[in-house]
């Protein structure tokens, strides 16, 4: 069965420290993999797409890598605004079966001025 | 671009009565869109996928009778929570994804249902 976990559920971090979050998955055919950013009472916002091992992104403060396994969201030099919850999502599958996506539970960051 | 628009951004009805959700693609053609249905301090759980001109797909356990969806066009779909009750109050999000030059999963807003 598809499989997404992300960790930790939850960090908090001093303004400036810098930190990782942590997507595992196991899923068959892996097509592409998803970091979303939630803030409270809204969708979630769209970050990242990763489609293969290696293949790494950056915006701003945020870099998002990819292994076989588990990919990574780095936070350099985090500011308060950056606190939300981070969501991962993964699109599987082979044929037709391939548009969903599974999403992991997220991981709560709080950074503190 | 890519923006898809999500109304009402919150909704009060009385146990018994029916809630429509609509979401709309704004600048792109959504072949296909999602429902997700997620609970405080939890992540997104999928409820159906639905195709343009399509019946929906609906993961195991939602009730298809429940929780109708119709994805009439390529810029709109809507869901339709009939007889709500208390156990329904929750917050629904839709997603979009586009068939031609948009291969993105993008979410509008939330809505956020409570049955009294």
């Known amino acids: 069965e598809d499989q997404v976990t992300q960790s930790p559920e939850a960090l908090r971090l001093q303004e400036g420290e810098s930190s990782s979050l942590n997507c595992s998955y196991t899923?068959?055919?892996?097509?592409?993999l998803f970091w979303y950013r939630q803030d409270p009472g809204k969708g979630p916002e769209f970050l990242f797409t990763?489609?293969?091992a290696g293949e790494e992104k950056e915006k701003e403060r945020l870099k998002a890598t990819l292994t076989k396994k588990e990919s990574f969201l780095h936070i350099t030099a985090p500011k308060p605004e950056d606190s939300a919850t981070y969501l991962c999502?993964?699109?599987?599958?082979?044929?037709?079966?391939?548009?969903?996506?599974?999403f992991g539970t997220g991981t709560l960051l709080a950074v503190q001025p | 671009g890519a923006v898809v628009s999500q109304h009402p951004s919150w909704v009060i009805c009385k146990s018994g009565t029916s809630v429509k959700i609509e979401c709309r693609s704004l600048?792109?053609?959504?072949?296909?869109m999602f429902w997700y249905r997620q609970f405080p301090k939890q992540s997104l759980m999928l409820m159906a996928t639905s195709n343009e001109g399509s019946k929906a797909t609906y993961e195991q356990g939602v009730e298809k009778d429940k929780f109708l969806i119709n994805h009439a066009s390529l810029t709109l779909s809507t869901l339709t929570v009939t007889s709500a009750h208390p156990e329904d109050s929750s917050f629904y999000i839709c997603?979009?994804?586009?068939?031609?030059?948009?291969?993105?999963?993008?979410f509008g807003s939330g809505t956020r249902l409570t049955v009294v």
């Open positions: 600048d792109f053609q959504a072949t296909t």
């Open positions: 990763l489609y293969s």
């Open positions: 999502a993964v699109q599987a599958g082979y044929g037709g079966a391939t548009n969903k996506l599974i």
């Open positions: 899923v068959s055919g892996l097509r592409g």
């Open positions: 997603s979009a994804r586009g068939g031609q030059r948009y291969y993105g999963y993008t």
